[in-house]
């Protein structure tokens, strides 16, 4: 990895690399602007998810479309513990095992707000 | 890959003046995919689903390339690719999902799909893309 460093191994992959490549003198802040799009983009997923759950009824089809979004925008930012479990969570959908649904989003909660820091700790590093 | 290792890459390509559209409803991967196609001075608009796309082109718009995801609201990029290609498109598609399942490939291939990359996109993607349809002039 490039400036990422340990601290990092492990919540992000080379895709997060590629996106640094792509950083240039036109758009010298254009991985922070990806990880901010992200953040937001997740953020309400996040909360869409956090409803469905609540009320009880488990839509598992929706839940899965939901997640689908989320595994596709962190795989796009190379978030690769969110993008597992988000893959688990989708295992779970499609098994229809809400408690297992439950367990996993807590944990994905966990390992996206560990990510969140630790990228904010970054960007703040760089500058 | 830096602009100079694309521009050994592809010595014409900046004078071919390609236009694509980005098709998707993730601002994540649309702002992606925009530089990517910037990087290779690809001129490009985005849409956010399949129905803005075949709208852009009701109304007289056209594109060398056309990026197009699989899973958008309102009209996806299956039943995009294939009322383009009953309109007489001919643009070239290039499916660009996370869905990668042998019959999801197959399926969105054969509504008019010139080429598919699995996301996410890079540059050696899409340089494979370009490589494939044909999109520059070797020397």
Do not use: W
Request: contains cysteine; charged residues 25%; proline residues 2%.
């Amino acid at each position: 990895m490039t400036n990422i460093g340990k601290c990092m191994q492990g919540y992000l992959d080379e895709q997060f690399m590629e996106l640094e490549e792509l950083q240039d003198d036109a758009n010298p802040n254009f991985v922070e602007e990806v990880s901010a799009l992200y953040f937001k983009d997740s953020a309400r997923l996040i909360n869409n998810i956090d409803q469905a759950l609540e009320r009880g009824s488990f839509d598992f089809n929706r839940l899965d479309s939901y997640m689908h979004q989320f595994k596709g925008s962190s795989t796009s930012i190379g978030a690769s513990k969110v993008k597992a479990e988000c893959t688990t969570f989708r295992e779970y959908c499609r098994a229809g095992n809400a408690e297992g649904c439950l367990r996993t989003f807590q944990q994905l909660k966990k390992e996206h707000s560990t990510l969140r820091k630790k990228l904010e700790h970054y960007f703040q590093a760089s500058q | 890959m830096t602009r100079d290792q694309v521009a050994e890459e592809l010595p014409n390509l900046a004078e071919s003046k390609l236009t694509a559209l980005v098709v998707d409803d993730s601002f994540v991967n649309q702002t992606i995919h925009q530089k990517l196609l910037n990087r290779l001075g690809i001129k490009n608009d985005v849409v956010t689903n399949g129905k803005e796309a075949v709208d852009v082109y009701c109304s007289g718009g056209n594109y060398d390339l056309i990026l197009m995801d699989m899973d958008m609201p309102i009209m996806n990029g299956i039943q995009a690719t294939k009322r383009l290609r009953e309109m007489g498109i001919e643009s070239k598609i290039a499916g660009v999902t996370t869905r990668a399942n042998e019959g999801e490939k197959k399926e969105f291939m054969e509504a008019g799909l010139n080429d598919f990359q699995e996301k996410p996109l890079t540059i050696s993607k899409l340089l494979s893309i370009l490589h494939k349809l044909n999109f520059y002039v070797q020397t």
